[in-house]
């Protein structure tokens, strides 16, 4: 980075060299600074991303193993009648309608799973559980939806990465 910043000129005089073997000398320091910083960004997305595949890793395996515990299933609420008459319900947890009602951007404070669930639910059912009318609930599935999208593309490009790293030697 030193021999980036010295005035090419000032450079030039004490390598003995012409300016422009100078220049392209601190074009290459450059771009192999710029290399080495994404390479750093790539090794802490994939770090990122293995400690995120453990805690799934664990999570799941939690909740496969047998309960010692009494387990909190999901409540099911009631939400008045469906247009046939039978009780209309959801199966969204107390957390996630909370979680809905009161914050301001509640899709990017719900996990991936808890996002498909609230993009299964049926509007007039998840509009009925918040309070609110079918267009604000419409509004915030579309938003879901757009996030769950988001966190599926970052995925993707993890796993591009990851197969990208895997074909390239190391660099010496």
Same mark, same amino acid.
């Given at each position: 980075?030193?021999?980036?910043?010295?005035?090419?000129?000032?450079?030039?005089?004490?390598?003995?060299?012409?300016?422009?073997?100078?220049?392209?000398?601190?074009?290459?320091?450059?771009?192999?600074?710029?290399?080495?910083?994404?390479?750093?960004? #790539?090794? =802490?997305? &994939?770090?990122?991303?293995? /400690?995120?595949?453990?805690? *799934?890793?664990?999570?799941? $395996?939690?909740?496969? +193993?047998?309960?010692?515990?009494?387990?909190?299933?999901?409540?099911?609420?009631?939400?008045?009648?469906?247009?046939?008459?039978?009780?209309?319900?959801?199966?969204? #947890?107390? =957390?996630? &309608?909370?979680?809905?009602? /009161?914050?301001?951007?509640? *899709?990017?404070?719900?996990? $991936?799973?808890?996002? +498909?669930?609230?993009?299964?639910?049926?509007?007039?059912?998840?509009?009925?559980?918040?309070?609110?009318?079918?267009?604000?609930?419409?509004?915030?599935?579309?938003?879901?939806? =757009?996030? &769950?999208?988001?966190?599926?593309?970052?995925?993707?490009?993890?796993?591009?990465?990851? $197969?990208?790293?895997?074909?390239?030697?190391?660099?010496?």
């Amino acid at each position: 980075q030193v021999l980036i910043d010295v005035p090419r000129s000032d450079l030039a005089e004490e390598l003995a060299q012409s300016e422009p073997k100078t220049r392209v000398l601190q074009d290459t320091l450059q771009q192999v600074l710029d290399r080495r910083e994404e390479e750093r960004q #790539s090794r =802490q997305l &994939l770090e990122l991303y293995l /400690e995120a595949l453990k805690t *799934e890793d664990s999570v799941l $395996s939690k909740a496969a +193993e047998p309960q010692a515990a009494p387990r909190k299933e999901m409540d099911v609420v009631d939400t008045g009648t469906s247009s046939t008459g039978t009780p209309a319900k959801t199966a969204l #947890s107390d =957390q996630i &309608l909370t979680a809905l009602r /009161e914050k301001p951007a509640p *899709e990017l404070c719900l996990d $991936s799973q808890d996002l +498909e669930l609230v993009l299964k639910e049926d509007t007039a059912a998840l509009a009925s559980a918040l309070g609110w009318d079918k267009q604000k609930a419409g509004a915030l599935q579309a938003a879901c939806d =757009q996030e &769950l999208s988001k966190r599926l593309q970052q995925v993707q490009t993890l796993h591009s990465l990851r $197969s990208t790293s895997k074909g390239k030697k190391t660099l010496p």
